[in-house]
């Protein structure tokens, strides 16, 4: 088993050395940012805030939410709810998403990832106005019936332009 989380933890830090080199050439972005979960568990108390700023409101953006999972998480999906705020204030309710992580008849992680760690994203927030130029901020919690979830090593949240991009 510990061996096992050596290896895991090896290939998590080659990947993430690897993604920022990847990003860089990634034209559509506008924000990208993830943050590491202590001790690779999500506790209901832990709400992360994400800040980017938006300058032309003539543009549509779709916002992504990124998951990274290690294989020992315990369930097949993920609820967050986000709560985005702006310049003016709230921008629209929180929302509830849904996000599944692993095929619910088989088990089989979705998402991109070699041995036991997965990247998953989501698009939450498809063709998203943003009203006023200025800094926008969302906090993504987790709502699942567990306080603390195992296995959940890191959140982010992506914004791009939708134009450019398309509707995945």
Same mark, same amino acid.
């Given at each position: 088993?510990?061996?096992?989380?050596?290896?895991?933890?090896?290939?998590?830090?080659?990947?993430?050395?690897?993604?920022?080199?990847?990003?860089?050439?990634?034209?559509?972005?506008?924000?990208?940012?993830?943050?590491?979960?202590?001790?690779?568990?999500?506790?209901?108390?832990?709400?992360?805030?994400?800040?980017?700023?938006?300058?032309?409101?003539?543009?549509?953006?779709?916002?992504?939410?990124?998951?990274?999972?290690?294989?020992?998480?315990?369930?097949?999906?993920?609820?967050?709810?986000?709560?985005? +705020? #702006?310049?003016?204030?709230?921008?629209?309710?929180?929302? %509830?998403? *849904?996000?599944?992580?692993?095929? $619910?008849? &088989?088990?089989?992680?979705?998402?991109?990832? +070699? #041995?036991?760690?997965?990247?998953?994203?989501?698009?939450? %927030?498809? *063709?998203?106005?943003?009203?006023? $130029?200025? &800094?926008?901020?969302?906090?993504?919690?987790?709502?699942?019936?567990?306080?603390?979830?195992?296995?959940?090593?890191?959140?982010?949240?992506?914004?791009?332009?939708?134009?450019?991009?398309?509707?995945?």
């Amino acid at each position: 088993m510990r061996r096992l989380l050596h290896h895991s933890l090896l290939r998590f830090a080659l990947g993430a050395l690897l993604l920022p080199a990847l990003a860089a050439c990634d034209g559509n972005r506008v924000y990208e940012t993830n943050v590491d979960l202590p001790d690779y568990a999500w506790s209901v108390q832990n709400k992360p805030a994400f800040q980017f700023e938006i300058q032309d409101t003539t543009q549509r953006y779709n916002v992504y939410f990124n998951i990274r999972n290690a294989s020992m998480y315990s369930y097949y999906n993920l609820y967050v709810k986000h709560t985005l +705020t #702006g310049p003016g204030g709230p921008v629209g309710k929180p929302l %509830l998403h *849904q996000m599944i992580l692993m095929d $619910p008849k &088989t088990g089989e992680p979705r998402g991109n990832g +070699t #041995g036991d760690i997965f990247d998953h994203q989501f698009l939450a %927030l498809p *063709q998203q106005r943003f009203a006023r $130029p200025g &800094t926008y901020r969302v906090v993504l919690e987790q709502y699942m019936r567990q306080d603390v979830l195992p296995g959940i090593m890191a959140v982010g949240v992506r914004v791009e332009n939708a134009a450019e991009a398309g509707t995945n």
